[in-house]
Nanobody
């Protein structure tokens, strides 16, 4: 079993920055992909960014150039640096870790005020 602990959400004004962290612990042998999803009220959950074990990254078009995903393999931790935040970035953000199974974090609220 794998446990994920997310942190770093909060309230920020438009144009501001936040950094999300997600630490994985438990029965971890190897982590393949680490990712961040988000779900805004009334909308479907969407992929924000993912990073492979080799460091390759992919981003949703809506966050390209503003968000950066990174990982620390020694700490089994994934980060999401979010800059130039917009009100439309307001959502619950979930981290996902893929080993032989997919594990979801509990979610952290990000609210961007205009």
């Amino acid at each position: 079993q794998v446990q994920l602990v997310e942190s770093g959400g909060g309230l920020v004004q438009a144009g501001g920055s936040l950094r999300l962290s997600c630490a994985a612990s438990g029965s971890i042998f190897s982590i393949n992909v680490m990712a961040w999803y988000r779900q805004a009220p009334g909308k479907q959950r969407e992929l924000v960014a993912h990073i492979t074990s080799g460091g390759s990254t992919n981003y949703a078009d809506s966050v390209k150039g503003r968000f950066t995903i990174s990982r620390d393999n020694a700490k089994n931790t994934v980060y999401l640096q979010m800059n130039s935040l917009k009100p439309e970035d307001t959502a619950v953000y979930y981290c996902v870790v893929v080993t032989s199974q997919r594990y979801w974090g509990q979610g952290t609220q990000v609210t961007v005020s205009s």
